[in-house]
């Protein structure tokens, strides 16, 4: 099987007239029914929706509540190495880019581990840029075992692997996958990939399913928005995400909704995601993936996390850092890119309590 069979039915779909015919009366019933098609979802995402978002967010609330309670997870990012062979014109660790690249050695790691640990949280998604030489799987299962003394689940967001290298991983204790296709449009894709191993749409593609085979628990999805259309991005996110959910009924699935942020000698944004838009393709997704969970960074200035809190988020990072090394005291690098809410984990427990809501520092053991 294969989401790129999906994509297709899509990829010359005609949007604009597909939005023109769309009725107020439509979107109501729609945001009313109990289960939505995929042209459904695709008319929440549209223009015509935009006035119909209070509507959408009591349900997308209501929906929340029901599958997930009044819980957010904490995680936090760990960035293991920043050496990358890729041309990816969005990212601060693109090749071209010239500073100080960096690898954690074990006894580094192992101060980071013991730093972040210090937090109280117990779920981690460790980073490399992609580099298969510089972050063979070999280091990242050394890495893992060390991780295991301090944190109960382990994610990884590294380079698509084969089957075979996810089962190794995940027999060595990962358990869970964030891997963004960036762009789901296949020609913008091969624009902004010009070099590299990750110029592959299809691989990339295929890995959340390879790594479903291979034994995940939980599965990340989303397209990095700013690249292309947003909503029609926005709407293939949502069709991976369900097609893994449904394919793939014992890995828990879930969508992150990542805008551009700046990073040193960054391109510009080429479309703008502004914060409506974001907020109606939460909305719109909650609807149509009643199940899925919601991962918002801290790409996202804080007042408007918090704002997220109630309209389908499930999952935030705290206490980011996204250079290597960054925690520990020891030399750090330059950052992939910058965040825009840096408050430390304490801080965001108790602004998830003011909202009525519990911080989760655990919710898996892996062994």
Known sequence: MSFYKQYQRFKDFDYASFFNRLTD???????????????DYLALLSPRA???LEEMAQKAHRLTIQHFGRVILLYTPLYLADYCIN????????????FARKKLSLDELESEARVIAGTGLKH?????GESRKHSPVSYIKECVEILKKYFTSIGIEIYPLEEAEYAELVFAGVDGLTIYQEVYDEQVYSEVHPAG????????????????????RSVNVGALLGLYDWRTEAFFTGLHA???????????VSISPPRMRPY????APRVMVNDKNLVQYMLAFRLFVPRGGISISTRERPELREYLIKLGTTRMSAGSCTAVGGRSGADKSTGQFEISDERDVATM?????????QPVYKDWQTI
């Not at 009366?25 to 042209?39: C, G, P, T, V, Y």
């Open 197 to 216: 191993p990750k110029r592959d749409y299809r691989f990339r593609l295929d890995a959340p399913e390879r790594a479903c085979r291979a034994g995940i």
């Open 124 to 128: 981690i998604l460790i980073l490399t």
């Open 242 to 252: 369900n097609y893994l959910q449904n394919s793939y009924p014992d890995v828990e």
């Open 349 to 357: 427990a108790r602004v998830i309590y003011s909202h009525g809501y």
């Open 87 to 98: 041309s990816c014109v969005y990212c601060g660790f693109r090749v071209q880019n010239k």
């Open 25 to 39: 009366q439509d979107i109501r019933r729609i945001i009313n029914k109990n289960r939505l098609s995929e042209l």
């Open 264 to 267: 040193p000698g960054g391109a």
């Open 50 to 52: 935009e006035k119909c």
